[in-house]
């Protein structure tokens, strides 16, 4: 192992060459991530001549020129993954080859440098949507002055937790406005390698007020002035369950004396702004000390 301070410096102090698939790309093993897993990393060479790249070493994440968090839709934010000179020297080996048609692959778990207080601090990043950026070299003969730095940049990943909804629990509707009374298709899909459990009484719904905040609205009568006995479906990773709402809401249960006593009343929903909302549990262990019951959201819709 070499101290490469120097060359860490150029390589960072070089302009950035982004490529893609078809040349020299980044492929990760899984779309989505839990805190505390590792991301299988491949720098795959698809070109025709030898690529250089410190990830084909004996410290392959020290090729990791950024590691970005998307902070508002397509707003990316570089997250510092390592201490780096002046603050600490830099101890990272040479870059390995990469011959034509072969991957250097790597293990690395997600930490975010937080500072040198009290020795090198480190934390899992917070869940959200994230991509990386590896260096590599393309090197024409012996020469060091005629070798060129590149990088190029992973596709997005998820990293989190079972709080983390946004793409491991799909809930699609098939409109974004519906005429008075029609029929609401609603699709949720497990896309998670887990074994979800769903609410047993199905999807609950939510209005916008005039403030922009959500307010939910009763589907059925709920405990305590009901006691609704029901199973707790469970979703198989990759299925999916279809459903529809038909703009019924719950407004009460009959009264003593009136022809519906003691059935639930129904009412057509009022014109305004609604989304869908599925309570869900992730069972990732078997004995069930991490089950806890998250929530999914669909895009908002209106009714007219």
């Given at each position: ?100 048609g072969k991957a250097a692959t790597f293990p690395w778990e997600p930490k975010a440098f937080k500072g040198i207080k009290d020795g090198i601090q480190y934390a899992s990043p917070e869940a959200g949507n994230y ?117 019924q809401i719950y407004v009460g249960m009959g009264k003593e004396g009136e022809e519906d006593a003691g059935r639930m009343k129904y009412a057509q929903a009022e014109p305004g702004t609604y989304r869908i909302v ?27």
């Open positions: 192992m070499k101290y490469n301070k120097l060359i860490l410096i150029l390589s960072i102090c070089f302009s950035a060459h982004f490529v893609y698939a078809g040349e020299v790309e980044i492929s990760l093993d899984k779309a989505h991530y839990f805190v505390g897993e590792k991301v299988k990393v491949s720098l795959v060479n698809n070109t025709d001549d030898s690529i250089y790249s410190v990830a084909q070493s004996l410290t392959p994440a020290f090729a990791m020129q950024s590691f970005e968090f998307e902070k508002t839709p397509n707003v990316w934010e570089r997250i510092p993954i390592r201490c780096e000179w002046p603050d600490c020297s830099v101890d990272f080996d040479t870059p390995g080859e990469i011959k034509a991509r990386m950026t590896i260096s590599y070299q393309i090197r024409q003969g012996n020469d060091p002055s005629q070798w060129t730095q590149h990088t190029v940049r992973s596709e997005e990943f998820s990293l989190g937790n079972a709080d983390l909804t946004v793409k491991d629990i799909d809930l699609q509707i098939d409109k974004d406005k519906y005429s008075k009374g029609e029929e609401v298709e609603i699709v949720i899909k497990n896309n998670l390698a887990d074994l979800i459990a769903l609410d047993g009484l199905g999807f609950d719904l939510q209005k916008k007020d005039e403030a922009g905040a959500w307010n939910g609205i009763p589907r059925h009568c709920s405990w305590p002035e009901c006691d609704i006995d029901h199973d707790v479906p469970q979703l198989e990773p990759g299925k999916s369950i279809d459903t529809a709402w038909n703009q599925w309570t869900y549990q992730v069972r990732k262990d078997k004995d069930g000390t991490k089950w806890k019951w998250e929530q999914v959201y669909s895009k908002e819709f209106n009714i007219e």
